[in-house]
């Protein structure tokens, strides 16, 4: 087994205080976690990669079939070079998959993230893809449910204090990546936070995940079977800062080996308000921010703020859906400033 980077939670330890204590500690101080024990075996781990890497090895005419232009939701395929991360382009290719919904008419329209909302693309050359990627979202959705619920445990609040914000089921969003090896050093995908509340990691046995840690970038080194979990950007308001979002990237592989993982992100619904926890004095007086205020956007506007996201990273999707007069008159209204105007030259007219 490689040497643990991160610390080691025990999904099966939770029922106990010592295994909430170490829960509270790696996510408050570190913000990152391995996760053991989950119920996926490191046997399927490995079947879903496989699985991924049978995708990627579709022809271009039989990927771009489902290309994530074809999609209002930002669903679909991406090759290399078509999502940003601050501001740069990564070096990987993708198969996005959300929750499958139908899509709401234009006239149902009353705010823009409503526009989120639609189906999946699935590949007609894979018929096995559909059905074992639901069934694999399925199980990391309830995973990350229970873990949510411990983690508000842990602060010493109701286990359900959020359950409200996910309803019958969370807002949940999964990537299947491919990295392909470089010649040179370069951006697998750029430093940032993720905006939800959890988000799972599947890695294969190739290196990349780096933390950041003070002044440093630390490895996280694969542990078959372990799933990597990093505390989002979304429960840390919800904590008042108690609980850590930090900044992550992906280095490309530059020796001959190509990295795969599937990435996966639980939020509160788009339609959610998400409160303050009221934490103990003891915790209370630990934490760092970023925000008291309840009415702080992140937290009052989570679907617009997942658009965003959407927007800026994915501009050619934006440019073929997002610039119908409309809908621009639904994100001006709903942003400060309309953010395709930074995006289209159409907007900027």
């Not at 939800?196 to 780096?210: A, E, N, P, R």
């Not at 800062?241 to 992550?248: R, S």
């Not at 103990?280 to 702080?296: F, H, I, T, Y």
């Amino acid at each position: 087994m490689n040497a643990a980077t991160l610390p080691i939670i025990s999904l099966t330890s939770l029922d106990s205080d010592e295994g909430l204590a170490q829960l509270r500690h790696a996510a408050s101080e570190v913000g990152f976690f391995y996760l053991v024990d989950h119920g996926i075996s490191s046997a399927a781990q490995q079947d879903y990669l496989a699985l991924s890497r049978a995708f990627f090895q579709l022809s271009a005419e039989q990927k771009q079939a489902v290309d994530m232009l074809n999609s209002p939701h930002f669903r679909g395929y991406n090759a290399m070079g078509n999502e940003m991360t601050a501001g740069r382009l990564d070096a990987r290719e993708q198969f996005d998959w959300m929750n499958e919904e139908l899509a709401l008419s234009a006239e149902q329209l009353k705010y823009p993230w409503q526009k989120l909302i639609g189906p999946n693309l699935w590949p007609s050359a894979m018929p096995t893809l559909k059905p074992t990627l639901t069934k694999l979202q399925t199980k990391l959705s309830d995973i990350t449910v229970d873990l949510l619920q411990k983690l508000c445990e842990s602060l010493g609040v109701d286990a359900h204090a959020l359950d409200h914000t996910i309803g019958a089921q969370p807002y949940t969003h999964a990537k299947l990546i491919r990295y392909p090896a470089q010649q040179l050093p370069q951006q697998g995908v750029g430093a940032h936070k993720d905006p939800g509340y959890l988000t799972l990691v599947m890695q294969d046995s190739q290196s990349g995940l780096k933390v950041e840690r003070g002044n440093e970038w630390i490895d996280v080194a694969p542990i078959p079977g372990a799933l990597v979990v990093n505390i989002g950007e979304l429960l840390e308001l919800a904590s008042n800062g108690f609980l850590k979002a930090t900044n992550h990237k992906v280095e490309s592989p530059i020796q001959g080996e190509e990295r795969y993982s599937i990435a996966f992100f639980m939020a509160a619904q788009l339609s959610a308000t998400v409160p303050v926890l009221s934490l103990p004095p003891e915790l209370k007086s630990r934490a760092l921010g970023p925000s008291v205020d309840p009415n702080n956007p992140l937290l009052t506007d989570v679907g617009n703020n997942v658009l965003k996201g959407r927007l800026r990273s994915h501009p050619h999707v934006t440019r073929k859906h997002y610039c119908d007069k409309p809908l621009r008159h639904l994100l001006a209204k709903s942003f400060a400033h309309t953010p395709t105007a930074d995006i289209c030259d159409e907007c900027r007219a």
